[in-house]
């Protein structure tokens, strides 16, 4: 029996026949209902605008879970039941009148997840109306990314929430967060002292976090091209990555804990002039190419593109963070569409001993690495030198992983999706892998004067062809510093 008692919830799924919906989040609530973690008495609220009949879009729910749930996991009597809790509404959320259904549905709620899979310029007017319906005091919203474009239109979104809901009912989702490696990098980090009493500049060379992705637009051209990769990606994604690994052991695990240190490390970013762009940031946009022995176009030739955009699909940055831990320690940051393979990790390089005693021409290989693997495959690998095996060998050296596969270590532990994780804390309450409100704020700062500069330039972003890892210049950027981007080939 599960160890985790999870409380009877009323789950309102707002924007519940999008992609995320259908891909991510009903089958995220599977997989609780099939591991006992969802009350008995739960019910799911899918609410959307398609008028029709209500079993006709149950039934496409019914077909994502069918499509998106790995047939080895499938369970009949799970899948009845799960079914069982999903009632479908119709209603524009911004139409007051078209809550009465929602309100009936609610009337004896005791906890409300109000999940927004909607555009973040209606959260407010659902939030306001569900204020309206008096479930303030009993709800729970949890918003998408992203939140605005901009520190500006970020805080308008945030703002509009805050009029209705207080900060401890508002959990900001970022799914690298529900991820179980980066769940791993605080117990990695403060539950061992072989890494912790490391993990400053005395020891530490350069950090590097890269997030790379084979698949192109996939269709969301019209939000992409306004977006960009700066935005969708390092604002979020990265920039949480790298608080995790740099900030400072928070005074215990309580959510305020763990985030007032992130802020710390997002106040201490220190700023790129537009002088600076050119040395510091690469901006590339991906041209045609080959991908698995395919041929893909360009970001300009993807469908309704336009072929004049400027918008970046790749972003390699150096980052420095300017306190005692990280001094002189730069970050490289890395993320990109249409490259080589998928693939997240971050890597740690450690500093060489201070003294030498080994052949000089093995000098090269002396580097110890931390590699923390996020996708494809979840895992921890500690690169160390020991000496080759063999009497011919005398004292020649070798590298070699000290590794930790969770498919591996744990063949028999189903590894949970970052949603399952993230939907079950919602529903105990738990902020400790969302973000608050002054984490997106300074990150946000952050990214745009990146953005800023990039305008008083006019920086056009490189081509880079497809099934590549981005521009030549991305590789400059690193050697510049006499160093190399870990693993490409």
Request: hydrophobic share 40%; net charge negative.
């Amino acid at each position: 029996m599960p160890s985790i008692t999870v409380d009877c919830c009323t789950f309102a799924l707002f924007g519940a026949l999008g992609d995320l919906a259908l891909r991510k989040l009903y089958p995220a609530l599977y997989q609780l209902d099939r591991a006992g973690l969802l009350n008995s008495d739960t019910q799911i609220l899918a609410l959307a605008r398609d008028a029709g009949e209500p079993q006709h879009y149950l039934g496409l729910i019914s077909d994502a879970l069918r499509q998106y749930v790995p047939a080895n996991e499938h369970d009949d009597a799970v899948m009845a039941r799960f079914e069982a809790r999903l009632r479908y509404l119709r209603m524009d959320f911004l139409v007051e009148d078209d809550y009465r259904a929602f309100a009936d549905a609610t009337r004896d709620a005791r906890q409300v997840i109000a999940y927004f899979a909607t555009p973040a310029a209606v959260y407010g007017g659902i939030c306001a109306n569900l204020a309206r319906l008096g479930l303030a005091d009993i709800t729970r919203v949890v918003l998408e990314k992203p939140i605005g474009h901009d520190l500006q239109s970020s805080r308008a979104v945030n703002e509009a929430v805050a009029q209705y809901f207080a900060e401890t009912q508002v959990y900001r989702i970022d799914h690298y967060l529900g991820k179980e490696t980066v769940q791993n990098l605080i117990a990695l980090r403060f539950a061992n002292s072989l890494f912790e009493t490391q993990w400053n500049q005395n020891h530490i060379s350069h950090v590097e976090i890269t997030v790379a992705e084979k698949v192109g637009i996939e269709g969301r051209w019209g939000y992409f091209d306004k977006a960009g990769q700066l935005r969708d990606m390092i604002q979020n994604h990265l920039l949480q990555l790298l608080c995790l690994i740099a900030m400072d052991p928070p005074s215990d695990l309580s959510a305020d804990s763990i985030r007032d240190e992130k802020v710390k490390v997002l106040k201490a970013l220190e700023s790129i002039s537009p002088e600076q762009l050119s040395q510091r940031v690469v901006r590339g946009q991906y041209i045609g190419g080959t991908l698995g022995n395919k041929t893909v176009p360009g970001y300009l030739e993807e469908d309704n593109a336009n072929a004049h955009s400027n918008t970046e699909t790749f972003v390699a940055l150096r980052a420095d963070i300017r306190n005692w831990r990280w001094s002189g320690v730069p970050f490289y940051l890395r993320t990109g569409k249409r490259m080589q393979e998928k693939l997240s990790q971050i890597v740690i390089h450690f500093k060489e001993p201070p003294h030498y005693i080994f052949a000089p021409e093995q000098r090269a290989l002396i580097s110890n690495r931390l590699i923390i693997r996020l996708q494809p495959d979840e895992g921890i690998s500690l690169q160390v030198m020991t000496k080759d095996q063999g009497l011919d060998k005398g004292m020649q050296l070798r590298s070699g992983p000290l590794q930790l596969s969770f498919s591996d270590t744990y063949p028999s532990a189903r590894i949970p999706d970052a949603y399952e994780r993230l939907l079950l804390e919602v529903m105990r309450g738990n902020q400790n892998l969302f973000v608050r409100k002054d984490e997106i704020e300074h990150a946000w700062q952050w990214c745009d004067q990146l953005v800023a500069g990039w305008n008083k330039l006019g920086d056009t972003p490189k081509p880079y062809a497809a099934g590549t890892w981005g521009p030549m210049a991305s590789i400059n950027l690193i050697a510049r510093d006499g160093r190399s981007w870990y693993g490409d080939l």
